[in-house]
C-alpha cells in the first residue's frame, strides 16, 4: 500500500515535470535568437545540423528543478539542495561555455567547485570507510580515498555526459533511462526523497527529447548535458541500495552510465592513439563509428539506448547476487566493454 502511495506521488511528479519542461523548452527556442544563445552551422568542425539551432536545453533544466524543487519542498532536505546548488554551478559554467567557448581548464575548475560545494552538504563516496568492501586501510587514508574518488567520480560523470551528446536525443534518452532504474530501485526500498527528485527529473527529460529528438529543434549544449551527468553523478552518491552489500553493489553505477563511460575511454584512448588533442571536439565518437559503418542516425541511438538498457538490467541483477558472483559478472561487462572498443577504433578512420 505504501508503496502504492509512493508510486502515484511519483508518477504525478513526472507528469507535472513534462508539461513544465515543454512549456519551458518552447519558450526557450523563442527566446534563444534574441540572448544569442545559438548553435551555429559550421561554427566548429563536428558540427552537421543545416540551421541554427537553440542551446537552451541547460536552460530548461536547471530553472525546472529549481521551480520543482521549491513547490514539492525538497529543498528541505539537506542532500538535495546541495545537489541544487552545486548543479547551479554547473549550469553557470556551461553556459558561459555556450557563450564564450571556455578552455578546458576553466570548465573543469567549475566542475571541481561544484564538487567541493557537494562535499560540504555531505555528498560523498563511502565505500572506502566501509567494512564491507574488500578495500579498506582503518586510517585516515580512508577519508582521503573518499574525497578523491568523490572528484574524480563527478567529474568523470559530468564529461561523460558531456561528451556523448553528440547526436540528436542521445544524452536525455541514456539520461532517463538510468533515472528509471534508480527511480525503480528507489520505491522498493522506500528513498522517498529520492524517489522524487529522480521523478522531476525524468520528466525533464521526457520534455526535452520531445525537443532535442532527431531532427532537434533544441541542443541540450554544454549546459545541459554537464548539468545531467552532473545530476546523475550525484544521485549515485547519495543511493543506498539497501540489498546487498558495499562489495556486490559499489560498480551498479558503473553498469547505469555504462554507455556514457565507455563513449568517454574509447573518445579518449582514441585521440591519445592518434596524438590528437583530447579536449578538441571531433566526429569520432561512438555514434559517428557506427553511423560510419552504415547504421542510419535512429537507429544508432536505438542501438546504444537498447545496449544501456541491456546492461542497467544487469547492474540491477547484480544487486541480490552473491559479491563473488557479482564482481565477476561486473568484470565482464568491463571485458566486453574493451572488445567493442578495440573493434570500433580497429575499423574507424
Known amino acids: 500500500m505504501t508503496e502504492d502511495i509512493y508510486l502515484d506521488h511519483a508518477l504525478m511528479l513526472i507528469l507535472a ?12 527556442i523563442k527566446i534563444a535568437p534574441a540572448i544569442g544563445l545559438m548553435d551555429i552551422p559550421g561554427s566548429a568542425e563536428h558540427k552537421s545540423h543545416p540551421n541554427p539551432i537553440p542551446l537552451t536545453g541547460g536552460i530548461v533544466l536547471i530553472d525546472l528543478l529549481i521551480i520543482m524543487v521549491l513547490l514539492t519542498g525538497l529543498w528541505k532536505d539537506t542532500k538535495i539542495l546541495g545537489i541544487v ?3 547551479i554551478v554547473i549550469s553557470i559554467f556551461g553556459l558561459l561555455d555556450d557563450f564564450l567557448n571556455l578552455s578546458p581548464l576553466k570548465k573543469f575548475i567549475g566542475q571541481i567547485l561544484a564538487s567541493v ?4 552538504f555531505g555528498i560523498q563516496v563511502s565505500f572506502f570507510s566501509s567494512p564491507e568492501f574488500f578495500f579498506h586501510t582503518e586510517s585516515e587514508l580512508d577519508l582521503w580515498l573518499n574525497l578523491l574518488f568523490t572528484v574524480f567520480w563527478i567529474t568523470t560523470l559530468t564529461n561523460a555526459f ?16 538510468s533515472i528509471v532504474f534508480f527511480l525503480f530501485i528507489s520505491i522498493i526500498s522506500g528513498q522517498v526523497i529520492i524517489l522524487n527528485f529522480c521523478s522531476i527529473l525524468l520528466g525533464a527529460c521526457i520534455g526535452l ?21 552532473f545530476f546523475l553523478g550525484s544521485i549515485a552518491i547519495i543511493f543506498d541500495p539497501i540489498t546487498g552489500n558495499q562489495s556486490s553493489t559499489w560498480f551498479v553505477p558503473v553498469l547505469f552510465f555504462y554507455v556514457p563511460l565507455f563513449d568517454l575511454l574509447l573518445v579518449i584512448i582514441s585521440r591519445i592513439r592518434r596524438k590528437k588533442n583530447i ?4 566526429r569520432d565518437h561512438t555514434f559517428h563509428r557506427l553511423e560510419q559503418m552504415g547504421f542510419p542516425i535512429q ?11 541491456a546492461v542497467s538490467m544487469i547492474g540491477y541483477l547484480c544487486l541480490n547476487l552473491n559479491s563473488i558472483y557479482a564482481n565477476l559478472i561486473f568484470i565482464l561487462t568491463l571485458f566486453f566493454g574493451l572488445f567493442l572498443l578495440n573493434k570500433l577504433d580497429k575499423n574507424y578512420y
Not at 558531456?162 to 533511462?177: E, H, K, P, W
Not at 532535442?212 to 545531467?228: C, E, I, K, M, T
Not at 579536449?279 to 571531433?282: D, G, L, N, T
Open 17 to 28: 515535470s513534462s508539461l513544465l519542461s515543454i512549456l519551458l523548452s518552447w519558450f526557450s
Open 85 to 87: 546548488l552545486s548543479g
Open 117 to 120: 560545494i557537494l562535499i560540504y
Open 162 to 177: 558531456n561528451f556523448i551528446d553528440s547526436i540528436d536525443g542521445l544524452a536525455v534518452g541514456l539520461s532517463g533511462l
Open 209 to 229: 527529447y520531445f525537443f532535442n529528438a532527431h531532427p532537434a529543434r533544441l541542443f541540450l549544449g554544454d549546459s545541459g548535458a554537464q548539468s545531467l551527468g
Open 279 to 282: 579536449y578538441q571536439a571531433s
Open 299 to 309: 537507429h544508432a541511438v536505438l542501438l546504444m539506448h537498447g545496449v544501456s538498457l
